[in-house]
């Protein structure tokens, strides 16, 4: 158990740990060009979104960097927030995080198969939880485009969000996220294919 | 507690982790030739999703995919449309992937031609069929096969730089262009027709196909279903960047919408949202600034609902299409089943371009592999070919050519854990060591086949990007084989 756990965690920070480099000329988003944080894309868009996105992100990278290094030493009670996954075999993995988190890349962080395809720009429905009912109006009001990937989501439900959107704040102390077990039986029983 | 204790051991010296992986679960420590190894055809997300969880799953299981172009990612490079980049962000994690040390990546191999399954299957404990569609359903009408009527599939090749579609040079100097289908392709092709040129120039779409939509005189775009609006296959996401697009307006038929409301009721929530969203740019009377903004704009799009194709009409003199004959339909039921009835009446749209949107299709690779042509795809339970010990299908090869990336994971991760289990039930035999690419390299190289390695795609892709630059694209595809094929150590640097 134990060791399978170790497994999953080097495996998944083998796989995740270069995208807690906040370098931006080494991103592949910035490479592509669709990293809302660098200034070719903000005249590109030129929205009032990106504000919002930008510090989402901001907060987002600086937020893993120092957790990163802050794991060994001793943290600063008010930052702590206490998350627990529910990973697809129902086993739980409590873990703690810090304010200015994000759910997506927390979870990478300790190894969690939660998948991350088109990395927080709302284009995909893969990083897809089940907040529990105690947290989840706790969180602010996803926006439209949320709303859009999620439609995509398989086995949606009412407390179904994107993992990338969940940003940890103070009262997000003890959220639990579960992630939707994509059954066996997902195209056997009768389910259509969502379509492309 | 003991997990921490080795990840602590993993960050202060990765090399002594990857001593861990030589020990295998039988407890002995084992040649690399006692690994399992799986080969897996084709690279796209059902390939390298099914080749990522069969590696976290097993520290021994060795994996080789092949793939039948020098460059990677199937429809990820090939399908997904120029203006959505962040939908390929995914080939940084199969990028990931390709470069783990248990993971090899083998371009420019034509499985079936190159190499034959029963070959791959002597030299590997298990094969994935992972290649998805390349064909696409024919519309099967009179005059399908007249110049101006194209495939979808054949569109979305020629702007997406897929090698055998570089030559399509659609004819693009008629004002309307009618495409049947209703999905997210058809609503891409509609997009990149109507797309202001601008926001297409900072995009990785193919400079051949820049220039001819730059020329482009089509200004109505037609999309056209054989159901209704509740049956509509695109989603939410696809349809509000229509909606929103610079210089276009809508132009629907009310009458298509009659009963659409009240059905809404009881209605899933992603239907439900669709179907509003299209009301509302259908039926309801536009706002001030909304309605100087359609006043404004020179294209139009529109959906046509309730109406099947007949027969594609030809222009006498010019030997292309003058039109398309539509038959009207009526619904019977309701829901995802409803059907559509023929009524008797016809109807006569006069365009020059006909786009084809009903489907792609996949194709046997093999006469060895069982294939369902009605269903044209592999027969299996779970991932696991019928009748076929040994071989495996993930992708839209598994369960036909529907579904987004996010679909195709969850698709690919089920065929890896029944792979997984029967690796660990000995239903698949891992006894005898099997020598998978060592063998397979000896009979390409027998037969003149030069592999492209995954290195050697970071040299294509770095050239591609480089490129781009010059004209502020993310890169500037390469459009031929032959030119993916170079030897790109000697430019590098330029």
């Given amino acids: 158990m134990a060791t399978s756990a170790a497994v999953r965690s080097s495996m998944g920070l083998t796989l995740r740990l270069s995208r807690v480099i906040p370098d931006c000329s080494t991103c592949s988003l910035y490479r592509l060009r669709s990293c809302v944080n660098s200034a070719a894309n903000l005249q590109r868009t030129g929205s009032a979104d990106s504000f ?43 873990v703690k995080a810090k304010v200015g988190d994000n759910v997506l890349y927390l979870a990478h962080k300790h190894g969690i198969e939660l998948e991350g395809a088109c990395e927080a720009s709302l284009a995909c429905s893969t990083c897809h939880v089940y907040v529990n ?11 439209e485009r949320e709303d859009d990937m999620l439609d995509m989501a ?39 294919p969502k379509p492309h | ?37 799986v080969c897996i055809v084709g690279s796209g997300p059902a390939g390298f999703y099914t080749a ?77 069929l992972s290649y998805g569609a390349e064909g696409n359903r024919s519309i099967g009408v009179p005059g399908e096969g007249l110049a101006g009527v194209y495939s979808a599939k054949d569109f979305v090749g020629w702007y997406n730089g897929l090698p055998n579609c570089r030559e399509l040079s659609p004819d693009l100097s008629c004002e309307t262009a009618v495409i049947l289908g209703q999905g997210n392709v058809a609503l891409d092709v509609a997009r990149i027709l109507l797309s202001p040129i601008d926001s297409l120039k900072k995009t990785d779409i193919t400079q051949p196909a820049l220039e001819a939509l730059a020329q482009s005189q089509v200004r109505r775009v037609l999309i056209v279903g054989r159901r209704g ?19 276009t307006r809508p132009e629907m038929v009310a009458t298509d919408f009659e009963g659409v409301a009240e059905a809404l009721k009881d209605v899933p929530r992603p239907r439900k949202r669709l179907t509003e969203l299209m009301l509302k740019t259908a039926l309801e009377k536009p706002g001030e600034k909304e309605q100087e903004r359609r006043n404004k704009a020179s294209r139009i799009w529109g959906f046509r609902f309730f109406r099947s194709p007949i027969e594609v009409l030809a222009d006498p003199n010019h030997n292309k299409i003058a039109g398309i004959r539509l038959a009207v339909n009526k619904l019977e039921g309701s829901g995802e089943g409803a059907q559509a009835v023929l009524t008797g009446e016809e109807e006569d749209v ?36 019928q009748q076929a010990a040994g071989l495996y299908c993930s992708g839209w090869l598994k369960t036909g050519p529907t579904g987004v990336i996010a679909t195709t994971m969850n698709n690919s991760f089920d065929t890896a854990r029944s792979l997984m289990e029967d690796m660990d039930s000995g239903t698949l035999d891992l006894s005898a060591a099997k020598p998978g690419s060592q063998s397979i390299s000896a009979l390409l190289e ?49």
Avoid at chain 1, 53 to 60: A, C, D, K
Avoid at chain 1, 133 to 143: S, T
Avoid at chain 2, 10 to 33: N, P, Q
Avoid at chain 2, 446 to 464: L, M, Q
């Fill in chain 2, 446 to 494: 027998k037969r003149g086949v030069k592999p492209v390695t995954f290195s050697d795609w970071e040299k294509i892709d770095n050239v591609e990007m480089m490129r781009g630059e010059a004209s502020g694209k993310p890169r500037e595809k390469l459009l031929k084989v032959e030119e993916m094929l170079q030897d790109f150590s000697v430019n590098a640097g330029h």
């Fill in chain 2, 52 to 128: 990522q969880h069969i590696i976290k799953a097993r520290q021994d299981v060795e994996v080789d995919i092949y793939e039948r172009l020098p460059v990677p990612f199937g429809l990820v490079r090939f399908g997904v449309a120029p203006d959505h980049p962040e939908v390929k962000n995914v080939i940084n994690t199969f990028t990931q992937t390709a470069k783990h040390s248990r993971c090899s990546f083998y371009g420019n191999v034509n499985v079936g031609k190159d190499v034959s399954i029963d070959e791959l299957q002597q030299a590997y404990h298990a094969v994935v």
């Fill in chain 2, 1 to 37: 507690m003991i997990g921490h204790k080795l990840l602590k051991l993993w960050s202060s010296g990765r090399s002594r982790w990857r001593l861990h992986e030589g020990i295998t679960r039988c407890g002995k420590a084992c040649y690399s030739s006692c690994n399992p190894k």
């Fill in chain 2, 229 to 247: 609006p509740m049956q509509i296959a695109c989603t939410i996401k696809e349809l509000r960047e229509m909606v929103n697009l610079p210089g």
């Fill in chain 1, 154 to 192: 398989a086995m949606l439900q009412e407390n179904s969000r994107l993992g990338c959107q969940i940003i940890l704040t103070p009262e997000l102390d003890g959220i639990e996220l579960t992630l939707p077990k994509v059954t066996r039986n997902f195209y056997v029983d009768g389910h259509v």
């Fill in chain 1, 52 to 94: 919002r996105t930008i510090n989402r992100h901001l907060q987002t990278s600086i937020g893993l960097y120092h957790s990163e290094e802050g794991s060994s030493n001793a943290e600063d009670p008010e930052d702590v927030v206490n998350v627990v996954y529910i990973d697809r075999s129902g086993q739980r993995i409590p």
């Fill in chain 1, 133 to 143: 009912a105690a947290h989840f109006d706790k969180l602010p009001e996803p926006e």
């Fill in chain 2, 350 to 385: 006069p365009c020059g371009l006909v786009v084809s949107s009903i489907g792609y299709k996949s194709l046997s690779i093999d006469p060895s592999v069982p294939f369902d042509s009605r269903k044209a795809i592999v027969p299996n339970i779970m991932g696991r070919v």
